[in-house]
């Protein structure tokens, strides 16, 4: 099958760390990006549009970016205002931009409209609710998780969730208190925000010093990091993970136990459903399609984005498609809410490509 070639946009000195498209405009993505591969230097948001391009193909344009003093690790729209970003940074603090604020004056302004900073850490990851759209939560190095509210000037809870890097948190599309964290301990957990509690002390922990949250559910997903997690968006549940084993991992978690006494009753669990085999390298990104139960993308250091199926035909092969043309890690991948089959993909390279599956 000829696929027309991909939408790309080149942002030199600034490689990627993650993208995400806006959930009110379907043509408008951000990036995520940091200079010197994110290890010194400062981060820049980019705001993309996709529009008509040369020839009438599908082409990406910049719309404006901002500065940053450290670099950015993730972003993530509002879910309540159309114009709204929260910004990750390797500094540990979360800013929040509105893209329509300076609009004429120049590309770039340099002023978040609030910010906050509580993480010791690096920040990793920042995701929105679409169910509490007045909620979003932070991942970071120190082992945290925090739970904001945009109009609040501190965090609402800390979540201790792991003694180490939580590469990614993510709410659960289904349950508007419930979230999983991935992280370096190689572990995927899911936590109920009614539920405080922490894990008893024992002979290796100091509860202390180190306290460590009480999960409703661990899942001893691989013998390595995890780097990234999903819920599967059709399906309560069932989540998929990747990381440095280089593989991708379905779960199935209906087991987990939720509610009041779920820190009094911790468990560990998770049946693995499938196995999705062929990255060469750690995989950096994974995520479910919003629009199919069974699909879902993946982003390697092995400087490819691939597309799975969980449900293939009989004699059918799980891998859909092979998207190759980076040049350096592929850091992230989203799927477009709006246009099923629509993936964008994020690099080291400095390109942002969107393509067609």
């Not at 931009?97 to 910010?115: C, E, H, Y």
Request: charged fraction near 15%; glycine fraction near 8%.
């Amino acid at each position: 099958m000829n696929r027309p070639p991909p939408a790309v946009l080149q942002t030199p000195g600034f490689p990627h760390y993650n993208v995400a498209w806006s959930p009110f405009h379907s043509n408008r993505l951000a990036l995520a990006s940091s200079a010197n591969y994110g290890l010194v230097g400062n981060g820049r948001l980019h705001i993309v549009s996709l529009g008509p391009g040369p020839g009438g193909m599908p082409g990406l344009s910049l719309e404006k970016f901002y500065e940053t003093q450290d670099g950015l690790y993730d972003v993530a729209w509002s879910e309540i205002h159309e114009n709204q970003i929260v910004s990750a940074s390797a500094d540990g603090s979360l800013k929040l931009w509105d893209i329509m604020i300076n609009v004429g004056s120049s590309m770039t302004t340099d002023l978040p409209i609030r910010a906050w900073h509580e993480h010791t850490r690096e920040v990793f990851s920042v995701d929105w609710s679409n169910i509490n759209k007045d909620q979003f939560i932070s991942s970071s190095w120190d082992g945290t998780v925090k739970l904001w509210s945009p109009d609040r000037p501190h965090s609402i809870t800390t979540i201790h969730a792991h003694p180490a890097c939580v590469y990614q948190a993510l709410f659960s599309p289904h349950q508007p208190d419930v979230i999983a964290t991935c992280s370096t301990d190689g572990t995927l957990k899911i936590f109920d925000l009614r539920a405080p509690g922490y894990v008893p002390s024992g002979p290796a922990t100091n509860n202390f010093t180190t306290p460590l949250t009480a999960a409703a559910l661990t899942v001893p997903a691989s013998g390595t990091e995890v780097l990234s997690l999903d819920w599967n968006k059709y399906r309560p549940f069932v989540l998929a993970s990747a990381g440095v084993d280089k593989a991708v991992k379905v779960w199935d978690c209906r087991m987990v136990k939720l509610g009041p006494e779920s820190a009094q009753n911790p468990a560990v669990g998770g049946m693995c459903e499938t196995q999705l085999l062929g990255h060469e390298l750690a995989v950096r990104k994974v995520q479910w399609s919003p629009h199919r139960v069974d699909m879902l993308a993946s982003a390697s250091y092995d400087m490819t984005c691939r597309v799975w199926t969980t449900a293939p035909p009989p004699g059918g092969k799980q891998l859909v498609y092979i998207h190759d043309p980076h040049t350096e890690f592929v850091i992230g991948c989203g799927w477009s809410l709006y246009e099923e089959g629509v993936l964008a993909s994020c690099s080291w390279d400095c390109r942002v490509n969107v393509f067609r599956v």
